[in-house]
């Protein structure tokens, strides 16, 4: 085991931005990080770049559900915290979390990580031309809809009866007479 929470390296999430597919990874590190391995849920990876990955000369990969960074010649990143490296994305889904890291030293053994809490977005329509846009929208839900309803409710079902009434119970007899009695 590491020397418990006084090495423990803190992940977090910052500056997340679904419609830009773009997110932040903070790192708070009290001791040199030689390596970083971590797992995201709820998105798609397309990418890692920037932050003090980038700036320590590390090597950094991706799959669709992970990032990994090391340096190929032993460089660290120094203790501190900063960005560790920004994070493109597609397939945003209502909640982005970490599900797994592992972090190193310089020797190769592990270090306590510790994981932010999961980033959740406001769920809605994000589309402005549809009548139940969500300006506060971040992650969108395939709510939009396009047309009101004869009560006006944006994306409502409600449907004029033969008698011209909104939602009303008037129907057509056999002889096609509005509330007729024939059968």
Known sequence: ??????????????????????????????????????????LTITGAAGGSAADAGFMTST?????LGFSLSGATIPAG????????FSDAGDEICFTDAVLSDSS???????????????PGCMDDTACNYNAD???DDGSCAYETDCAGECGG????????????????DCAGDCNGSAM
Do not use: H, I, K, R
């Open 63 to 67: 799959s669709a559900a992970m990032v």
């Open 81 to 88: 915290e900063g960005v560790l490296t920004t994070v493109s």
């Open 1 to 42: 085991e590491g020397g418990g929470t006084d090495d423990a390296v803190e992940l977090s999430f910052q500056n997340v931005d679904t419609s830009s597919g773009t997110l932040d990874v903070y790192m708070v590190n009290a001791t040199p990080v030689a390596g970083f391995q971590f797992n995201l849920s709820g």
């Open 137 to 139: 929208a971040t992650v």
């Open 157 to 172: 079902s409600a449907m004029e009866d033969c008698a011209g009434e909104c939602n009303g119970s008037a129907m057509e």
């Open 108 to 122: 190769g053994s592990p270090l306590d990580s510790s994981l932010g809490d999961c980033f959740s977005g406001t």
